[in-house]
């Protein structure tokens, strides 16, 4: 069974900038494409950013566009979701996950337990 292990989290300022790590317990990530997604107090979960297979396109929400990257390293079998000018809005449970390359772009099936995000001042 796959194992997704989230790092990174903390709390840090308005304003500041944080990153998030995913290490996947697969040999290889060639046939996967990865994802975060984020749940804060109350809500739902959410889609975050998502990259395909070998890193050639990233797709993101609109509220983190332009403020989150989503990259990947297969070799290392770790992803990463660094995000900057973070706004207490961003306050979450930051997910990593994981979906076979054949399912559609949000349909992902493997998830890390997740990491604290807390945006304050």
């Known amino acids: 069974q796959v194992q997704l292990v989230e790092s990174g989290g903390g709390l840090v300022q308005p304003g500041d900038s944080l990153r998030l790590s995913c290490l996947v317990s697969l040999r290889s990530l060639t046939q996967y494409s990865t994802g975060w997604f984020r749940q804060a107090p109350g809500k739902e979960r959410e889609f975050v950013a998502g990259?395909?297979?070998?890193?050639?396109?990233?797709y993101y929400s609109d509220s983190v566009k332009g403020r989150f990257t989503i990259s990947r390293d297969n070799a290392k079998r770790t992803m990463w979701l660094q995000m900057n000018k973070l706004t207490p809005e961003d306050t979450a449970i930051y997910y990593c996950?994981?979906?076979?390359?054949?399912?559609?772009?949000?349909?992902?099936?493997?998830w890390g337990q997740g990491t604290q995000v807390t945006v304050s001042s």
């Open positions: 996950a994981l979906r076979e390359v054949t399912r559609g772009q949000y349909e992902f099936t493997d």
């Open positions: 990259i395909i297979w070998n890193g050639g396109w990233t």
